[in-house]
């Protein structure tokens, strides 16, 4: 691609030909990769990324339109290399130095209201800086909530890229999906499911959120809207923000089947698209999410009667999302290009 904003980066791992597969192996759901010999190419919507083994290490070329996106490459990049290299002796080095200051694609966003659409789903209003961002890029952001009442602590980069976290019992950070963008407002709508339990500062924040409550922003990311004209879409109550966005978003012509894991009659939304839509809710009638093995079955019932191009697009708890990666990846070999499978919680 052309781009105005470039940096370059060093990485030395332990084994330069082992994190070169990694990477190849892990963005191949999440960008387009080309692998060239020892050179992988990651092109996204933000900018690209070429790797390269060189003497034992990987020489790392970042290009992008803006000095914001280049920042958030750096940081997906940064943050990747160090969870593949795991306990091994790693070093990341950048050509410009990261500034220690707030990260690029942070903003402050601030409660104008909120209201339940379920039983157990709620939906929390928020007004923010340049919220058109959001309507491209990605459809997951990082929340970032203050805890216990004490003044706001956000995070920062450091020098080697990644983003310096507060401790989780200060500021709390959660992964959620933009639900509607309302650029003309300034608006953005999250939605939370209303989970039990003592350690859920998500649900909670989702649960007492109240006009003028602030909170930090972080994104977009994680995965843009599948452009297929064939589409399975499966997902718990977990992953409905995601689904029924991307459902809302299809165009005329396209063909997508929409399987909605949820508990109950109770929990079931409307479903509107220009695209035509095969609409299947399941209930678990009392049992527990995740629980139930039930949209682990789904795939193995329905992928073997698919074939590229039709994608396949999951969001479920941990354990079941890798079942279900793995079921696709290595035992079905379907489609890398073609499947998107995301763990959006874990038991």
């Known amino acids: 691609m052309t781009a105005q904003f470039r940096l370059s980066g060093t990485a030395i791992p332990a084994d330069a030909r082992h994190m070169l597969e990694e990477i190849a192996e892990h963005f191949a759901e999440h960008a387009s990769v080309t692998r060239v010999g020892e050179t992988v190419h990651l092109e996204h919507e933000i900018g690209a990324a070429d790797i390269s083994i060189a003497d034992g290490t990987l020489a790392i070329e970042l290009a992008s339109n803006s000095e914001d996106e280049l920042t958030m490459i750096r940081t997906v990049l940064a943050e990747h290399l160090f969870h593949f290299a795991g306990e091994e002796k790693f070093e990341l080095t950048w050509s410009e130095k990261p500034k220690p200051a707030l990260p690029g694609n942070m903003r402050l966003a601030t409660v104008t209201g909120a209201r339940n659409i379920t039983p157990h789903m709620r939906r929390v209003t928020f007004t923010c800086p340049d919220v058109q961002d959001f309507e491209k890029g990605g459809l997951h952001v990082r929340l970032l909530l203050p805890q216990n009442g004490g003044a706001p602590v956000w995070p920062t980069v450091g020098g080697d890229g990644r983003v310096q976290w507060p401790d989780e019992k200060i500021t709390a950070v959660r992964i959620y999906t933009i639900r509607r963008v309302d650029a003309a407002r300034g608006e953005v709508d999250i939605d939370f499911v209303l ?25 977009p990311g994680g995965g843009w809207m599948p452009e297929a004209a064939d589409l399975i879409l499966a997902g718990d109550e977990t992953a409905l923000p995601a689904m029924l966005r991307i459902i809302e978003a299809a165009p005329a012509g396209a063909r997508i089947r929409f399987f909605g ?40 019932e329905l992928a073997p009667q698919c074939a590229a191009p039709v994608f396949i697009w999951v969001g479920c708890e941990k354990a079941e999302a890798v079942a279900i990666r793995e079921y696709l990846k290595d035992e079905l070999q379907y489609d890398r290009q073609c499947m998107r499978v995301g763990s959006y919680w874990e038991k």
């Open 261 to 300: 894991e949820v508990d109950s009659a109770a929990e079931e939304q409307a479903v509107s698209s220009a695209a035509e839509v095969e609409t299947v809710w399941l209930h678990r009638n009392g049992a527990a999410a995740g629980s139930t093995g039930g949209l682990v079955r789904l795939i193995r």
């Open 195 to 219: 989970h039990e339990g003592e350690t859920m500062p998500g649900a909670i924040f989702g649960a007492t959120a109240v006009a003028g409550d602030l909170i930090g922003i972080m994104g």
